[in-house]
């Protein structure tokens, strides 16, 4: 048996027709997460709740009944999402005794449907990070070349789908910590409009900016993953009822016009990535899309605009992992005299450089005679972004971009270098900063061990229409 190639609907029949169990799957899972263990793609495996999950699909089967779609799928979870009974870390020492009380979210909606969770894969900590090389348990590599970056925050999410070692996974996308990966790991990840997905059961990051998307092979396996875990949720207020949107009725997909950025398209990206999104572009137009050039001129304020808010938000998110209630670091209890010293030793030993570097970041833009001077205008600069997208879809019913500016850098290539490495989201913070929904999706198939780097297309939706972009992706893998 090999599950590596199957899609989730090809997963379904077979294990619908007993030519595997839940349980062989399972076990699959886990031997091809052994044979790539040194990618360093899972923090933790959930084995007990798998094989109980896994167990009570083959009864289902075997009694002859109806099981859901995913049923009995391998899935992996990011580490930033509870699950009860799991060490949950977010890639972080300061939560390494931490385990979770109560299922979030989407453990709750993919235990409802007796999905198998393989375990929690690692990840930037508090998903702070491009490349996932600021987890507390090391970076996570490239299957297609491991001396690469495997993309972050996400990354061990898009490593998990991209080995095979699971059929799905999913992430959290603060400022393209689902795309990004994806691209580099060339694998489909996407990111959902704001509130279409709960957050509730997930350690915050910036909570106006992050959202839960999943990772798949295809983009029919996005959908399904989506419609999974969509949904009203009164634990998170910004959530909404599902919504079905398209911009053309089904089966008139060709007749979408796709909107080109100028803004995106400039001097920086790699040439071996702006050739492979020129042979994307290409083939849309002999698929018979129709193109259009458009403007955001806002653009050239996302990056700035984000690196003020969002170390705001981490700020305040990250002030509650005091040493206190969720364990906090053995190793400096002994030698704890007070409370003040309790935090600077906990915090200073338990989060890395780079947390470190936002939680400062954003307390300094916070503070009394600099919070007008920055946040609050990163909030109107915001406002004028989200305009952009607004008049632009006036004219255009998807936009396409790159994901990325360059195909997988170096391990400890930009990491001296923290700049270089918050350039890398240039292309997909604008679509956090406006709560719209994004696709990214590989050019072509790119084999784990062919020798190329994955390039990945993006596809930016209005709010809501994240149909459009499945009925445009799905159009597009057709061929």
């Known amino acids: 048996m090999d599950i ?31 044979k790539n263990k040194d990618l360093n793609a899972f923090i933790s495996l959930t084995k007990e709740d798998a094989l109980c999950s896994a167990g009570a699909i083959d009864i289902m089967i075997a009694r002859g009944e109806n099981i859901p779609m995913l049923g009995g799928v391998p899935i992996a979870l990011k580490d930033n999402m509870l699950m009860k009974g799991s060490a949950t870390t977010a890639g972080s020492k300061i939560l390494n005794e931490y385990v979770a009380s109560y299922d979030g979210w989407v453990a709750e909606k993919l235990k409802a449907l007796n999905a198998t969770i393989i375990g929690k894969t690692n990840m930037d900590e508090f998903a702070m990070g491009s490349s996932n090389e600021n987890s507390a348990f090391g970076p996570v590599k490239n299957p297609h070349n491991k001396e690469c970056v495997s993309g972050g925050s996400s990354g061990g999410s898009a490593v998990s789908v991209a080995c095979g070692a699971t059929l799905g996974s999913f992430g959290s996308d603060t400022g393209g910590s689902i795309r990004q990966p994806a691209a580099l790991c060339g694998v489909v990840g996407m990111k959902p409009t704001y509130g ?216 400890g290539e930009k990491t001296s270098d923290p700049l270089s490495m918050y350039l890398f989201d240039i292309f997909t913070i604008p679509v956090n900063l406006a709560g719209l929904p994004g696709i990214s999706i590989p050019v072509k198939k790119f084999a784990v061990g062919s020798g190329e780097l994955p390039v990945n297309f993006q596809l930016i939706g209005k709010h809501y229409h994240e149909a459009d972009l499945f009925a445009v992706g799905k159009e597009y893998e057709k061929e």
């Not at 609907?9 to 399972?26: P, V």
């Not at 983009?219 to 989506?226: N, Q, R």
């Not at 007070?338 to 200073?348: E, S």
């Open 4 to 34: 590596k190639n199957l899609t989730i609907q090809e997963f379904h029949d077979a294990l619908c027709a007993r030519e595997f169990s839940a349980r062989e799957a399972m076990e699959e899972s886990y031997s091809t997460i052994e």
């Open 196 to 411: 279409a997905v709960s957050r509730f059961g997930i350690m915050a990051m910036a909570s106006s900016l992050d959202q839960i998307g999943p990772f798949s092979k295809t983009v029919s396996d996005s959908e399904i993953l989506f419609d999974a875990i969509r949904g009203k949720d009164l634990h998170d207020a910004t959530t909404f009822e599902k919504k079905e949107l398209r911009s053309k009725p089904v089966g008139e997909e060709k007749k979408t016009i796709i909107g080109i950025p100028k803004e995106y398209f400039i001097e920086g990206i790699d040439s071996y990535v702006s050739n492979y999104i020129s042979e994307a572009i290409e083939k849309f137009k002999k698929l018979g899309f129709s193109f259009k050039e458009i403007s955001l001129p806002h653009t050239k304020y996302a990056l700035s605009t984000y690196y003020i808010i969002m170390p705001a938000e981490v700020s305040t998110n990250l002030a509650r992992f005091d040493g206190i209630r969720y364990l906090g670091v053995s190793e400096v209890r002994s030698d704890i005299k007070n409370l003040k010293d309790l935090y600077i030793k906990t915090r200073g030993v338990g989060f890395g450089r780079e947390s470190r570097r936002r939680i400062l970041l954003g307390t300094f833009v916070l503070s009394s005679g600099y919070y007008d001077a920055y946040y609050s205008k990163a909030q109107k600069v915001r406002t004028l972004i989200s305009n952009d997208f607004e008049r632009a879809f006036e004219s255009v019913d998807v936009i396409l971009t790159p994901t990325t500016p360059t195909a997988a850098f170096k391990l």
